[in-house]
């Protein structure tokens, strides 16, 4: 049976509580499969190790994760620290440097997630694409004269024709490879007449190379209106790291919770493990409560198990929790009384089913 090393970084707030959640399912349904095998590996990086060593991860960082097959992660961020400081010292030190440049997130209601607004979203299925390296995420920009009155501060967004370009051919790959075969590219060229124009462009040329997929454009602002009051309209959406950073907060939210979103880094190339992590952050206001929702971070290991080729086993995965939360474990933020080792129980149990 193959076997699979995994890299598990839980880091701060819940993020410890819904990876140890992950790596329960994980290991059970491995062994009740028996078709392979997968070790995780705890790596301590997050706000504790930087208030012992003064460094968010360690300095052969990239090299410690490179020896493994994938990544999971939970979240990062502590009410002591400045966040630009935990979020550029731990996960953006990591999806930049290891070029994981593509950033999925799969949005869809399913058993005992609703749409808390009144609108039609019942059964929205949306694929969300965010370029995951540069645009405002490349890290460029500073400030002068600070404290200053005419203290100044750019913040400068970095587009390159490479990585549009990678970006959208994997866009329009993962549209053509979804039923529906349909890709909205998300820019705002309007008013941003340099970058998001070079992505107008690209999105045409590439646009070519895919005669059996159907695109349009739209102007981030008017998504948002369309997500709300058109979500049957949509499939696969791609835009910048920082339109999609929020219109997946905003997808999450219309499909029931941030608590069950899943997103894949992936190196689209393969040369770098891919990092697998829910969409929320370390959600101080619930942490160490025990009732922190595991569904986001079992769902991104599917995508995990997935991507690392045990594609039938993610399908098992995700069919029991499907199962459990029709049952109706479901913790608060889905209006349910679960906690968290209540859903892990229930899922585990679930997969106790499975007849191999
Ligand atoms: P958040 O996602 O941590 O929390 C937003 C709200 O959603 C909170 O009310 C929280 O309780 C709720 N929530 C989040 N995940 C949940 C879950 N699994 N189950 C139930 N409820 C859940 O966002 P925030 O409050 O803006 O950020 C808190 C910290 O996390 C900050 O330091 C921020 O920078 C960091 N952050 C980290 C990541 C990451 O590591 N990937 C992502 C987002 C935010
Ligand atoms: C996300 C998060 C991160 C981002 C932050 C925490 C750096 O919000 O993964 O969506 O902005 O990418
Ligand atoms: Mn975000």
Redesign the pocket.
């Known amino acids: 049976a193959p076997s699979y090393n995994i890299a598990s970084i839980p ?5 410890p509580e ?1 990876v140890s959640a992950a790596i329960q399912v994980v290991e059970k349904l491995a062994k009740t499969l028996g078709t392979f095998q997968i070790e995780f590996t705890h790596i301590p990086w997050g706000t504790a190790y930087y208030k012992e060593t003064g460094r968010y991860i360690s300095e052969d960082a990239l090299d410690t994760l490179r020896k493994f097959d994938a990544g999971i ?7 002591d ?1 400045p ?1 630009h400081i ?2 550029w010292g ?2 953006l030190a990591i999806r930049g440097p290891l070029q994981l440049y593509a950033n999925v997130r799969p949005v869809r209601t399913f058993p005992g997630t609703k749409c808390p607004l009144n609108t039609a979203t019942e059964g929205i299925d949306w694929m969300l694409v965010r370029e995951n390296s540069e645009g405002e995420y490349a890290g460029q920009g500073g400030r002068s004269h600070i404290g200053q009155q005419w203290e100044a501060a750019t913040e400068v967004a970095i587009f390159t024709r490479v990585g549009i370009e990678r970006i959208m051919r994997f866009a329009f790959q993962t549209a053509q490879s979804r039923p529906r075969k349909l890709l909205t590219v998300v820019t705002k060229s309007n008013s941003m007449r340099n970058g998001m124009v070079l992505w107008d462009e690209i999105a045409a040329s590439v646009a070519k190379d895919f005669p059996d997929v159907t695109w349009d454009k739209m102007l981030v602002d008017a998504m948002t209106v369309r997500m709300v009051a058109k979500p049957q309209s949509i499939d696969t959406i791609v835009g910048t790291n920082l339109h999609m950073d929020i219109l997946s ?1 905003l997808a999450a939210a219309l499909a029931g ?4 979103a899943p ?1 894949s880094n992936l190196d689209p190339t393969r040369k770098n493990p891919s990092l697998f ?10 942490t160490g409560k025990g ?7 079992f769902w991104s290991a599917a995508e995990m198990l997935k991507w690392i080729g045990e594609k039938d086993a993610a399908e098992r995965l995700m069919a029991c929790v499907e199962n459990v939360c029709a049952a109706g474990f479901l ?3 889905l209006g349910g009384t679960s906690n968290t080792q209540g859903v892990v129980d229930a899922v585990c149990a679930e997969i106790e089913k499975i007849k191999v």
């Open positions: 880091g701060d707030g819940i993020g819904v992660f939970g979240a990062v961020g502590a009410p620290v966040d935990s979020l731990l996960l907060d919770s941030i608590g069950v997103s992590e829910p969409v929320h952050g370390s959600a101080f206001d619930i009732i922190a929702n595991p569904v986001a971070t913790t608060p933020d």
